[in-house]
């Protein structure tokens, strides 16, 4: 009988397509080593940050007791303190989120044409070439890549170099202070990242369609609004979800190309967990810098009416 079902369970593994395609070796062999590192390296550490953001991890705390003073810090600060809320680090938060979708819209905004352009006109070694000069930088270091904004947006750097050169500027601009580095810095670190998903989007459209609207005298702008943005809304879903998560957690750009009084949430993250040394503080931060990029993703995922399986593609 044990013999009979599981010779039916192997009969009907085998009618499966995925199965059927790979075989049943490689296809075991793939499952299990996706699940391994989605269980090992994904949700593992994470219910164990969850589970550690509730510890007491204060010198002379009881690291075996669980409490809500970690996150009640973030919002209340220390009960010494004068102010009723932890203003500091409540306005860095919203500071990080509002900045994060500030990004996610420049970085739209600068990927969308060139991914347009290279889905519907450019072919063959012209699209093959602009690929090229897009990934071609990212070859380079995020660090590095980093420094190199920091020269060009510096005091002294290119720009105000060039500016002042020209005329236009009579001294120069503190690119850095005003934080115009870090945006710009983090808008040009992930823009494959939106300019990739939209683009395999876009290129499925069929041409005709946009032929079909022009002819009916559709000004270049209606075109877009009404056939090729509703067609790519899975792109537009997907490049704006990983931007803005990528963003918010950013570490390496806003720590070299943030002004002396600007601060990202995952530095204070960072302190937390190297300079402070409480690591329970430190996960409880990371958490709810997690579930709001979380609630951001869902958010998307209702506004472009797109489901995960479409937000995945």
């Known amino acids: 009988m044990l013999q009979k079902n599981t010779d039916t369970v192997w ?7 995925f199965v ?22 994904i949700i593992a550490p994470q219910l164990y940050m969850v589970d550690f953001s509730f510890r007491d991890g204060a010198i002379g705390g009881d690291p ?11 919002i209340f600060g220390r009960d010494s303190d004068e102010n009723l809320f932890n203003l500091l680090h409540l306005q860095i938060f919203l500071k990080t989120i509002l900045a994060s979708v500030g990004v996610t819209l ?12 290279l889905a519907q006109s450019t072919k063959g070694g012209t699209t093959r070439l602009f690929l090229i000069a897009l990934i071609l930088p990212f070859w380079v270091n995020e660090i590095l890549r980093a420094f190199a904004f920091r020269i060009l947006f510096g005091s002294s750097g290119v720009i105000n170099v060039s500016l002042m050169g020209l005329g236009i500027l009579d001294e120069p601009i503190d690119f850095i202070k005003a934080d115009v580095a870090m945006y710009a810095g983090l808008s040009y670190a992930y823009i494959l990242l939106m ?15 946009i032929e079909a609207a022009r002819d009916l005298g559709s000004p270049w702008w209606r075109i877009h609004y009404r056939v090729v943005i509703p067609y790519a ?3 537009i879903a997907s490049g704006c979800t990983m931007v803005f998560m990528l963003s918010a ?18 530095q204070i993250i960072y302190d937390w967990f190297f300079t402070g040394g409480d690591w329970s503080r430190g996960s409880a931060y990371a958490f709810v810098l997690l579930f709001s990029c979380i609630i951001f993703v869902l958010a998307v995922m209702k506004f472009f009416k ?7 593609k």
Request: aromatic share 14%.
């Open 233 to 235: 809304k899975p792109g």
């Open 195 to 209: 300019v990739f998903p939209i683009y395999n989007a876009i290129e499925s459209l069929d041409h005709n369609q």
């Open 64 to 74: 075996d007791a669980y409490t809500l003073k970690n996150y009640s810090y973030l």
């Open 20 to 41: 059927k395609k790979n075989g049943v070796l490689v296809s075991t062999y793939l499952i299990s080593a996706v699940f391994i590192w989605v269980v090992l390296m």
């Open 306 to 312: 797109v489901n995960l399986g479409e937000l995945a």
């Open 106 to 117: 420049l970085a739209f905004l600068l990927c969308y044409p060139i991914a347009y352009y």
């Open 11 to 17: 009969a009907n593994l085998r009618q499966v397509t």
């Open 249 to 266: 957690g950013a570490l390496a750009v806003p720590q070299i190309l943030g002004g002396p009084s600007s601060l990202w949430f995952t």
